[in-house]
T-cell receptor, first 110, second 116 residues
């Protein structure tokens, strides 16, 4: 099984906000990441948060980290059709490994 | 920003042949590169960690004689799938982290391998 868990699907109307949730298990993770994958492509780093932070905002993206509950979320404001993709949450393990969640498929409907 | 080039993007090979996939860091040096495998609609599974100038570290259950990794320079790692079989068909993705940086892994665009 995976150490990082996230919901598999999210459908959102264009213009609304999307919230993708993730839980992880390694309390010693130093960085947590959100990656975006479009069909047939590699992973694009969207944003990351250092474990001593509880929030990070970058344009339309807001990351919230609840370290006590080991819960990470990604909010996408004003979701657009180009945001349709698979979003992966990942935690750093030890010095360099990444452990990924199964990915959340976000579908933006008009 | 950091760019990782992966080649080829798609390859079809016959069963029993070998296929080499290249992963290059274009504008930075990477002592460590990572090879992942992704099954349809599933997450990424780390196969091995490629270390420049030394042997790769393989994850449990990954056959090192089947998936040969060479990391001969600070900008190039290769994954060779030897004696490929249809069950090796998958999406392979590499990633790299810049020397001296402890966050932010850059991923290649992936290679779709189909073994017929």
């Amino acid at each position: 099984g995976e150490d990082v868990e996230q919901s598999l699907f999210l459908s959102v109307r264009e213009g609304d906000s999307s919230v993708i949730n993730c839980t992880y298990t390694d309390s010693s993770s130093t960085y947590l990441y959100w990656y975006k994958q479009e069909p047939g492509a590699g992973l694009q780093l969207l944003t990351y948060i250092f474990s001593n932070m509880d929030m990070k905002q970058d344009q339309r993206l807001t990351v919230l980290l609840n370290k006590k509950d080991k819960h990470l979320s990604l909010r996408i404001a004003d979701t657009q059709t180009g945001d349709s993709a698979i979003y992966f949450c990942a935690e750093s393990i030890g010095d360099y490994k990444l452990s990924f969640g199964a990915g959340t498929t976000v579908t933006v409907r008009a | 920003g950091a760019v990782v080039s992966q080649h080829p993007s798609r390859v079809i090979c016959k069963s029993g042949t070998s296929v080499k996939i290249e992963c290059r860091s274009l504008d930075f040096q990477a002592t460590t590169m990572f090879w992942y495998r992704q099954f349809p609609k599933q997450s990424l599974m780390l196969m091995a960690t490629s270390n420049e100038g030394s042997k790769a570290t393989y994850e449990q259950g990954v056959e090192k004689d089947k998936f040969l990794i060479n990391h001969a320079s600070l900008t190039l790692s290769t994954l060779t799938v030897t004696s490929a079989h249809p069950e090796d068909s998958s999406f392979y993705i590499c990633s790299a982290r810049e020397v001296g940086q402890n966050y932010g892994y850059t991923f290649g665009s992936g290679t779709r391998l189909t073994v017929v």
